[in-house]
């Protein structure tokens, strides 16, 4: 069983950037696949990008593709989101997710973060 928190979200103007951090604690985080959802109010909540357990497979959702990067550091328990060139419609809560298999459905994670609200204005 692991505990997520993450950090770094914020509110920053369009074409500008922000990183979103998530710290894990309990088990060993190198044995737990990572990814990234959002939601908006009223929407189910949605695939961002998501990270194998060794970091080596990555997986992004398309209108995130050449903007975002997903990378972890499994020496400091943590997974990060560096977001580019935002948009107004990449408002919304960012979540944290880990789950023992890899998948990019947000229904397969058991462990998530409380989420980071990031805000993006023109």
């Known amino acids: 069983q692991i505990q997520l928190v993450e950090s770094g979200g914020g509110s920053v103007q369009v074409g500008g950037s922000l990183t979103l951090s998530c710290a894990s604690s309990?088990?060993?985080?190198?044995?737990?696949?990572g990814g990234w959802f959002r939601q908006v109010p009223g929407k189910e909540r949605e695939l961002v990008a998501t990270?194998?357990?060794?970091?080596?497979?990555?997986h992004y959702a398309d209108p995130v593709k050449g903007r975002f990067t997903i990378s972890r550091d499994n020496a400091e328990n943590t997974v990060s989101l560096q977001m580019n060139l935002l948009k107004p419609e990449d408002t919304a809560v960012y979540y944290c997710?880990?789950?023992?298999?890899?998948?990019?459905?947000?229904?397969?994670?058991?462990?998530w973060g409380q989420g980071a609200q990031v805000t993006v204005s023109s």
């Open positions: 990270i194998s357990k060794s970091g080596r497979s990555t």
């Open positions: 309990g088990s060993n985080f190198s044995t737990f696949s």
């Open positions: 997710a880990a789950d023992i298999l890899y998948s990019n459905s947000p229904d397969a994670y058991k462990y």
